[in-house]
């Protein structure tokens, strides 16, 4: 994972469903790119993860390039390109996944690691509106077609075969580029012809509006890379919820599937802090509440925060009610309103 100082809390987040729903018998090596050390007192918050969960490694590695990059999609920031010098950050190994910071696991990752892709340098889910465009503009990007084209915020890289034909050289060349989709196109121009897709629930974006069903079939987009039945798998049992637009549950309650970061929000390290930070915000930025609704989703928030104070005094109980509270807090009156928001205008 890679991540300034203003997504910590947001990767936390993920890390805690990620070890949260870790199988009996898996153990994660964490490896964290950053520009620069974070403050000791987030580096001791994440490195707690290792005592609550045997078995977990965390690391922080500083990455020193791609100071200079200029960033087009609005919510990212330069360490999304740290990625792309992975092969040669982890000469040590072969394969490696890797987890954007806006997203939730929701099942344990072996069973992703261990899809094959010994003939491939990477293997991800489709990103479903390039599938759309047309030859011609793929061929401007510097793409034959538009057909193999990932979404990059889940991967399995295949880091021996880039090593083995160079493909870090080639990404260091196009970052001097500016692309619409920054890194992503990158990676997809370059490892176009070692690209395997993944189904689905591997990566199951928020940008084409999942959870209701009529708006999903409706886009175009989604109709012509997915069957009814990944779909339905994808709803049924997701590995990975990718909140991949601009609506982040942190900003936006009514975001699909926000109950599920707010769950594992209130279970990670920085629960209290990330309560007090952002919720009172992302309830009110769930537009056409009322100001007696909004007051009392306050009182909510502020008796949540006090509870969380002494979760580790009584810490089971205390993640039922939270998690409990959390859920219908965000998927109540955020419903209501979904459809007036106009909510997935981020091309990635």
Not at 254 to 278: C, K, N, Q, T, V
Request: glycine share 4%; proline share 5%; aromatic share 10%.
């Amino acid at each position: 994972m890679a991540a300034d100082l203003n997504y910590a809390r947001p990767m936390a987040v993920t890390i805690t469903s990620l070890l949260e729903n870790a199988a009996p018998g898996t153990s994660y090596d964490l490896r964290i790119l950053v520009a620069e050390e974070y403050p000791e007192d987030v580096r001791q918050q994440f490195l707690s993860y290792e005592a609550r969960y045997p078995g977990t490694t965390i690391s922080f590695v500083v990455v020193d390039a791609f100071s200079d990059v200029k960033v087009s999609t609005s919510h990212l920031t330069a360490p999304t390109y740290f990625r792309l010098e992975l092969p040669d950050l982890f000469a040590d190994l072969d394969t490696i996944v890797y987890l954007d910071a806006d997203i939730v696991v929701e099942n344990d990752l072996g069973e992703l690691y261990e899809q094959d892709v010994e003939d491939a340098y990477v293997a991800a889910v489709p990103a479903a509106t390039y599938h759309l465009r047309s030859d011609e503009a793929a061929q401007a990007m510097g793409l034959p077609t538009f057909r193999r084209y990932i979404n990059a915020g889940v991967m399995l890289m295949n880091l021996r075969r880039m090593r083995e034909d160079g493909l870090v050289e080639r990404f260091m060349e196009l970052s001097m580029q500016e692309f619409e989709s920054d890194d992503q196109d990158i990676i997809n121009i370059v490892c176009y012809d070692g690209i395997r897709h993944l189904p689905l629930r591997f990566n199951l974006m928020t940008k084409y509006g999942p959870k209701n069903v009529e708006e999903f079939w409706s886009r175009p987009a989604p109709r012509l890379v997915w069957t009814k039945e990944e779909y339905d798998e994808a709803l049924r049992s997701p590995v990975v919820i990718h909140f991949a637009d601009k609506r982040k549950p942190w900003v936006d309650a009514s975001a699909d599937f926000a109950e599920r970061w707010w769950h594992y929000a209130s279970l990670s390290p920085m629960g209290a802090e990330i309560m007090s930070s952002y919720l009172s915000g992302a309830v009110e930025a769930a537009a056409g509440f009322t100001t007696g609704v909004r007051t009392r989703l306050r009182n909510r928030v502020v008796h949540l925060e006090r509870e969380l104070e002494g979760r580790e005094k009584a810490l089971e109980d205390t993640r039922r009610s939270v998690t409990f509270r959390i859920g219908s807090l965000v998927t109540s009156a955020p419903r209501r309103i979904r459809n007036t928001i106009n909510q997935r205008n981020d091309p990635r």
